[in-house]
């Protein structure tokens, strides 16, 4: 029994990309060389989401840190200066008034607050491992300008290095964009790559399906076209 069909009895440990890897790898007598190229392609695959979780940190404090503040000010700050509102004749304006019953509703339903934002938070994550879930997520990250940008770029980066490197290990070209569509975290963007895929088998070059989809950056299938 080969080795790749050995990794084929384990999905949830070996990846699809690693199997075909050295399936190929061990059809053309060059295992050595596969898992080298392996090896390089997983540590820039690491390094890429390294770099990604790192650029998400700085806006998740920010976000942390303001509904910190907005928390201190309506439970500690406002309450202070409820009492002397009251003893005011003049009437207060209505935002004021507003603020004044955000603070007393949090400083007396503070736990039910607490409780339907943890039910809220593990109810989208739940959702969020659905199908449905998982596309309206995609969805939204073309709506976000800065998201938007870093995710078409990271996909572009991935889908390229790791397409070359199916490539020229051997792998057939229908396959290999097969293999890539199963990587892509963005539903949207593997639905792109499937559907060239089908257009791959009837002879349309990998470029035009890549540039009719609209989600990759003009640089992409101008040089898968050359």
């Not at 078409?152 to 199916?166: D, E, P």
Request: hydrophobic share 55%; with cysteine; glycine share 4%.
């Amino acid at each position: 029994e080969s080795l790749a069909s050995s990794m084929r009895e384990h999905p949830k440990i070996f990846p699809p990309l690693l199997i075909s890897m050295v399936a190929a790898g061990e059809a053309s007598g060059s295992l050595d060389v596969a898992m080298e190229r392996m090896s390089i392609q997983f540590e820039k695959t690491a390094k890429n989401q390294g770099m990604m979780k790192k650029a998400m940190i700085y806006p998740m404090v920010v976000g942390i840190v303001a509904i910190g503040v907005v928390a201190i000010m309506l439970l500690v700050v406002i309450p202070s200066y409820s009492t002397m509102f009251e003893t005011l004749n003049a009437e207060l304006p209505a935002i004021t008034k507003i603020v004044l019953a955000a603070s007393g509703f949090m400083q007396s339903y503070w736990f039910v607050i607490l409780a339907i934002a943890v039910l809220a938070i593990l109810i989208v994550k739940a959702y969020l491992t659905t199908d449905s879930g998982k596309r309206l997520w995609s969805q939204i990250q073309f709506y976000i300008p800065m998201v938007t940008n870093l995710v078409v770029k990271t996909a572009s980066a991935n889908m390229a290095r790791t397409l070359g490197t199916l490539i020229s290990a051997g792998v057939p070209l229908v396959e290999a964009v097969d293999i890539v569509a199963h990587t892509m975290e963005n539903v949207l963007i593997k639905d792109a790559l499937m559907d060239a895929k089908d257009q791959i088998m009837i002879g349309v070059p990998l470029s035009e399906p890549l540039k009719e989809c609209g989600l990759f950056p003009p640089m992409v299938h101008h040089m898968v076209k050359i």
